[in-house]
């Protein structure tokens, strides 16, 4: 399947994340976009170190400025738990606006055409790095890396397209 581009219609599909109760959740995705502009990213994998140190980082950093410019939702996938992804999110404590979902079984990361697989390295099947603005559900910018990159799908290439 190709990947997801800009003038598609993003996929729905169900994640799963703790609410602020730490309450179990699932959540579809169109809940979260219809009739709003988000930003929907993903890494590799949750404590690795591009995702933990730059990724993530960027978009807390640069939230403000992205509702700012009128971004209702910031929305961080990886292909985890969700218990996982509660331990990862409790890492950032000054983060009020990204909010972490598990794709546990890659089902989401797959309907987007972004899965990579990492079985040769002993990982199984991850996503892509990258980053998607979304205006009600229709892919406006597809910021998708290859191979290990992070050059385009950052916080900051996310603002120049706003």
Not at 45 to 69: D, N, R, W, Y
Request: net charge negative.
């Amino acid at each position: 399947m190709a990947p997801i581009a800009v003038g598609d219609a993003i996929p729905d599909g169900t994640l799963s994340y703790f609410d602020d109760q730490d309450q179990l959740q699932s959540v579809s995705i169109h809940s979260l976009a219809a009739g709003k502009k988000v930003i929907l990213f993903a890494v590799p994998g949750a404590f690795t170190p591009p995702c933990s140190m730059k990724h993530v980082p960027g978009f807390i950093e640069k939230a403000g400025e992205l509702k700012s410019e009128g971004v209702g939702e910031i929305l961080c996938v990886s292909v985890n738990d969700p218990f996982f992804m509660k331990a990862w999110a409790k890492t950032y404590p000054d983060n009020k606006h990204v909010k972490f979902l598990a794709d546990g079984s890659a089902t989401y990361t797959k309907a987007l055409g972004v899965e990579l697989d990492l079985s040769e390295k002993g990982l199984g099947i991850h996503s892509k790095r990258f980053a998607l603005l979304v205006d009600n559900l229709t892919v406006k910018v597809a910021n998708i890396e290859s191979g290990g990159e992070f050059t385009i799908s950052g916080a900051g290439e996310i603002l120049k397209a706003l």
